[in-house]
Structure formats: structure tokens, C-alpha cells
């Protein structure tokens, strides 16, 4: 909807922090309006992808045991306007890697099970659980990390799907939800906010992967290439740095 080096301009060109106000909401607006609300569920043989923004009314749902969560609050938005202004970012991946930090400033390094369950049950009144009820407490894991991620792309331009599917890695496969990115040559990259990579000197990076020119309807597996990410960054990767494949259903169907 929205062209991602033409945003990036404009951002720049904003002086004030009520332009930068009314800036996101005049984006959120046009995002609300050419969204529909639908549940986006991590089930088992459920829809596995979700494509572009997702409106502020549509319930997602991590776990059938828990309430859903809406991605609600302008504050997350208006928040990584000022640091992207501040950073003067100019390309796509210092974009991801901004992405990177600025999940971990709000959410927490890593996320907490137990958080998390206390903050879903600690929500009482009626409806979705607000977003912002899992900053700073180390309560999101990668539905609500990759949720946002999948909203703060769409704000900038950046065209993303959200996944869900499952993570393998040392001998253990879990659910997970993850990010993919459509470039502006139709190649497709991997995005996994909720696991940065280790470098050898402890400090990390986004786990982002290359997957080519491909059809997204048709990934149903991904070996992350630990390699390509160090030749990325021309740095080495931890040499304890687990391998992982990432999947998709066998049969995915997107929800716009």
C-alpha cells in the first residue's frame, strides 16, 4: 500500500513530534480502512499466513487456551517513528535490524511462559487483550513480537507476512510464528524477531534468511543459512549457535 523508500523520505522530512503524530495516525487510518477484522488463529489446521496489516479489531488468537490479543495501541507506532527518525534509516536492512532492537526494547529480551500466562489471565474486561499489556514484562513470545513486527512493516511500506508454523532446532520442534518480507525484487526473506543470532563476541543480530524468488504459497520448509547471515554482516556466528528449520502447513492460505 505504502512504498517503503518514499516513507522513509518522508520520515525524514518530519520536524516536529506532533508531525510525527499525526503522521501515524493519518497511516493507521488509511490501514484501518483497507483491512478487514478477522481472527488469525495459531491452530492446527487453521490458516497458517496472514498477509499486510492487521486491523486493530482483529482478534489473534496464540493458544486456544488463553483470549486473544489485538494489536491496538498508537503508541507502538508512534514510538518507532521517533527512533526510525532518529536512526536516519535508509535501506532494508538496517530497517530489519531496527526492527530487531526496537521489539526488544518494548517487549524484553526474551519472553517469559509463565509472564505470559499471568498477563493473559490478569486481563479481565471484556474482549481481546490489549498489546501494551505485555511491554517491559517480558510476557511477549513470537505471536505477539512477530504481530508487530507484521503492523510495523505495513506502516512503513514494507510488505510482510505473518506465519505460523513450527521451529525445529537441536532435536526439539515447537510452534512458532515468524515473519516473511517481500523486497522490492520480489525475493522473500525470513524474518524471526523472537531469536536473534549470537555472534562470537556475545553481541547479536536479526535472524533474517534469504529464500529467493519463490512463491510463498508454496514454502513449506526453510534450513536457516547460518552462513549466508555471516557473510551478511562480515562477522562470524557463534560456533554453538543451534541449526534450524523453520515450517510452514503443506497447505497455506492467506487472509488479507
Known amino acids: ?103 526488544i526494547d518494548t517487549f524484553g529480551y526474551k519472553g517469559d511462559m509463565n509472564n505470559r500466562i499471568t498477563t493473559y489471565l490478569a486481563y479481565k474486561e471484556p474482549g481481546s487483550v490489549p498489546i501494551n499489556r505485555f511491554y517491559q514484562n517480558n510476557s511477549a513470545l513470537c505471536s505477539e513480537r512477530s504481530a508487530s513486527v507484521q503492523n510495523l512493516a505495513s506502516l512503513v511500506g514494507l510488505k510482510s507476512y505473518l506465519l505460523f508454523g513450527k521451529l525445529s532446532s537441536e532435536n526439539e520442534t515447537e510452534t512458532h510464528a515468524y515473519n516473511i518480507f517481500q523486497m522490492k525484487n520480489n525475493t522473500l526473506v525470513l524474518f524471526d524477531v523472537t531469536n536473534p543470532v549470537i555472534l562470537e563476541n556475545g553481541a547479536y543480530v536479526p535472524a533474517i534468511n534469504d529464500l529467493g524468488i519463490i512463491d510463498i504459497n508454496t514454502l513449506e520448509q526453510v534450513e536457516f543459512d547460518f552462513n549466508y547471515l555471516a557473510n551478511l554482516y562480515n562477522k562470524p556466528i557463534h560456533s554453538n549457535e543451534p541449526n534450524r528449520t523453520y515450517y510452514t502447513s503443506n497447505h497455506l492460505t492467506i487472509k488479507k
Open 1 to 103: 500500500m505504502f512504498n517503503l523508500k518514499d516513507t522513509l523520505n518522508e520520515i525524514s522530512n518530519l520536524k516536529t513530534e506532533e508531525e510525527i503524530i499525526d503522521f501515524v495516525k493519518n497511516r493507521i487510518n488509511i490501514l484501518e480502512n483497507n483491512s478487514k477484522i478477522v481472527d488469525i488463529n495459531n491452530y492446527e489446521n487453521e490458516n497458517k499466513i496472514y498477509e499486510g496489516y492487521i486491523n486493530s479489531n482483529s482478534q489473534v488468537n496464540s493458544s486456544n487456551l488463553v483470549k486473544p490479543f489485538c494489536i491496538n495501541d498508537l503508541d507502538l507506532y508512534i514510538n518507532f517513528i521517533k527512533v526510525l527518525k532518529e536512526k536516519n534509516i535508509t535501506n532494508v536492512i538496517s530497517l530489519i535490524s531496527l526492527l530487531q532492537d526496537y521489539i
